[in-house]
């Protein structure tokens, strides 16, 4: 049974009520539209209350992802859609699985090795996104800047305090490590980092060097293998190959001062 007309205005402007009551903004706009549509098709109750709620919750997520990459501190949009894999075909497969975000709540770790331009940071900021869209709280930096934001909280006297805090973000990109050595105060900071999440929360880092490398960017051997241990214990280590992506199609990696920088870095 339908009721009059009048009776539908009288009720459509209660929800509307109801609706900012509930700061639910999508429900105003979306409660008298669907009504319409579900009368039209003979929906039932339940199935129109069902659409208006959907509509609510996804308008919902969608912000808040919206908000969390924003807070996130990305340095560019990249989404895994825009990755080209064709040209870093053994990515494909582990990078895929990464997608889903299981990875997240397992507390699990993300390598990416590989040498400059092969997309490392493209593809911690596309996981970053995805993680976002999965309802995770992201922050991003390099580890120059990690080690400068835990040397700030050290000298106030709020290393413990922050290391707490930043457990309640479910993924932290660490960019970069090893395009800058670290002094030993700035590798023990790092090393706390990696310890406070370890089987807590996940960690992507990034790196133009082999793990082989990475005593001499911690200054130590031991603290690079221990570092090592607690980050590669439960991870996902992907390694990026050949020539830089910046540089395709322009002929410049057959320049033989660049193509010797390249072998290089392999
Ligand atoms: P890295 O961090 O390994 O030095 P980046 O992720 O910064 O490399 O990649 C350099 C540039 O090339 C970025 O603009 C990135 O989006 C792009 N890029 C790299 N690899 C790919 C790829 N396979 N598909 C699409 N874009 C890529
Ligand atoms: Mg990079």
Redesign the pocket.
């Known amino acids: 049974m339908t009721p009059p007309v009048s009776d539908n205005a009288a009720t459509i402007k209660q929800i509307i009520h109801l609706a900012a009551v509930l700061k639910a903004p999508r429900i105003t706009e979306s409660a008298a539209r669907l009504a319409d549509h579900a009368r039209d098709s003979g929906w039932t109750h339940e199935t129109y209350l069902a659409a208006v709620l959907e509509r609510e919750v996804a308008a919902r997520d969608a912000s808040g992802a919206r908000l969390r990459i924003r807070a996130a501190g990305m340095p ?1 949009a ?1 989404t895994l859609d ?4 064709d ?2 075909p053994t990515a494909r497969g582990p990078i895929q699985a990464l997608a889903s975000g299981a990875y997240l709540t397992e507390h699990r770790n993300v390598v990416l090795l ?10 911690a900021t596309a996981l970053g996104v995805a993680a976002c869209h999965q309802g995770h709280r992201v922050l991003f930096a390099t580890a120059t800047e990690w080690v400068a934001r835990l040397s700030e909280a050290h000298d106030r006297g709020r290393l413990a305090t922050e290391l707490t805090r930043l457990r309640r973000y479910g993924l932290i990109i660490v ?1 970069e490590v090893g395009y800058l050595p670290f002094e030993q105060d700035a590798a023990n900071l790092f090393f706390q980092l990696v310890s406070s999440r370890y089987e807590h929360a996940s960690l992507i880092l ?1 790196s ?1 060097l082999p793990f082989s490398s990475w005593g001499t960017v911690f200054g130590d051997q031991f603290v690079a293998a221990a570092m090592i241990d607690r980050i590669v214990h439960h991870a996902d280590v992907i390694a ?1 190959k050949g020539a ?3 540089l395709r199609d322009r002929g410049l990696e057959t320049l033989p001062s660049i193509k010797a920088e390249l072998e290089n870095l392999d």
């Open positions: 560019a990249k825009d990755f080209d894999f040209h870093q590989g040498p400059p331009g092969t997309g490392k940071t493209h593809l960019d990034t133009n990026l830089s992506y910046r």
